[in-house]
Nanobody, 124 residues
């Protein structure tokens, strides 16, 4: 599975961005796909994940009510709609995938496939 993330950029605080992650190559029906982010000097942190049936989970402390993950199976693409962005959301955002039906995986080391990352910068 190859993952290609896109959609990052520079935005002012309070603005919005939508990230995309397109999958190609061999794909699997029972996978979860997620978004992680890594700020300078920090570990890669879980943001959100979605499973094959549309179930979702979020890191509620950091993104509750502001970020929404979704998927378009026809396009083999997942999205992360980010609203009300804050300077602390500045990070490189990575999409990832894992062969599983469970959404209980929120640690980066548990995911098998990774995209290249896309930089999101939120100015104050």
């Amino acid at each position: 599975v190859q993952l290609q993330a896109s959609g990052g950029g520079l935005v002012q605080a309070g603005g919005s961005l939508r990230l995309s992650c397109a999958a190609s190559g061999r794909t699997f029906s029972s996978v979860i796909q997620g978004w992680f982010r890594q700020a300078p000097g920090k570990e890669r942190a879980f943001v959100a994940a979605i499973n094959w049936s549309g179930g979702k989970t979020y890191d509620t402390d950091s993104v509750k009510g502001r970020f929404t993950i979704s998927r378009d199976d026809a396009k083999k693409t997942i999205y992360l709609q980010m609203n009300s962005l804050k300077p602390e959301d500045t990070a490189v955002y990575f999409c990832a995938a894992k062969r599983s039906k469970s959404l209980h995986y929120t640690r980066a080391r548990e995911y098998d496939y990774w995209g290249q990352g896309t930089l999101v910068t939120v100015s104050s």
